[in-house]
T-cell receptor
Framework: GAGVSQSPSNKVTEKGKDVELRCDPI?????LYWYRQSLGQGLEFLIY????????KSGLPSDRFSAERTGGSVSTLTIQRTQQEDSAVYLC????????????????FGSGTRLTVV | GNSVTQMEGPVTLSEEAFLTINCTYT??????LFWYVQYPGEGLQLLLK?????DKGSNKGFEATYRKETTSFHLEKGSVQVSDSAVYFC?????????????FGKGTKLSVIP
């Protein structure tokens, strides 16, 4: 597609329920990232997928969070047993990356999913 | 580890005023540096970037120079407009264990008044 698409744009869920957030990256982008944007906290890295390599999960805050990327394209971020502190905007970004890349290619971000846990 | 520190906002300026948003970083090696902008109700957009020391990134009248000696990447614009009102994020990207992870500052909200 023309840009990074995220769905849903807004999600309200009850505490303790599971949620799935979807990201559809730009076609051909090999790298996909999930970030969390909380009020006053900036952007927090969650997870990174690059091609067929093992994902970098170093930013996932707890084992309630998981993500997968099927076929090197669409990604789903799953939060189990949601807590109120999970309320935030979840951003997905994709990028073209080569191992000689010195950052010449910027990331393209989606508009995010605003998650509210009540 | 890698970190980015940028001046806290909010910053309020009159139209045509000079803008500086300070950004300093901590990282080993030679990271690439970025400024992203988030307009109200929109997603983050890449504003400008610099990939090596002394590089100057520029776009839409904004500039930032990669200063390795001071580990800084301050954002400047000579004459701001109301349409520049947004949240600005400084970020660095460093290859770490095969991952090009972007590390962001907390963002600086800019409001430009007519």
């Amino acid at each position: 597609g023309a840009g990074v698409s995220q769905s849903p744009s807004n999600k309200v869920t009850e505490k303790g329920k599971d949620v799935e957030l979807r990201c559809d990256p730009i076609s051909g982008h090999t790298a996909l990232y999930w970030y969390r944007q909380s009020l006053g906290q900036g952007l927090e890295f969650l997870i990174y997928f690059q091609g067929n390599s093992a994902p970098d999960k170093s930013g996932l805050p707890s084992d309630r969070f998981s993500a997968e990327r099927t076929g090197g394209s669409v990604s789903t971020l799953t939060i189990q047993r949601t807590q109120q502190e999970d309320s935030a905007v979840y951003l997905c970004a994709s990028s073209w990356v080569s191992w000689s890349d010195r950052g010449e290619y910027g990331y393209t971000f989606g508009s995010g999913t605003r998650l509210t846990v009540v | 580890g890698n970190s980015v520190t940028q001046m806290e906002g909010p910053v309020t300026l009159s139209e045509e005023a000079f803008l500086t948003i300070n950004c300093t970083y901590t990282a080993t090696g030679y990271p690439s540096l970025f400024w992203y902008v988030q307009y109200p109700g929109e997603g983050l957009q890449l504003l400008l970037k610099a990939t090596k020391a002394d590089d100057k990134g520029s776009n839409k009248g904004f500039e930032a120079t990669y200063r390795k000696e001071t580990t800084s990447f301050h954002l400047e614009k000579g004459s701001v407009q109301v349409s520049d009102s947004a949240v600005y994020f400084c970020a660095l990207r460093r290859l770490r264990a095969g991952s090009y992870q972007l590390t962001f500052g907390k963002g600086t909200k800019l409001s430009v008044i007519p």
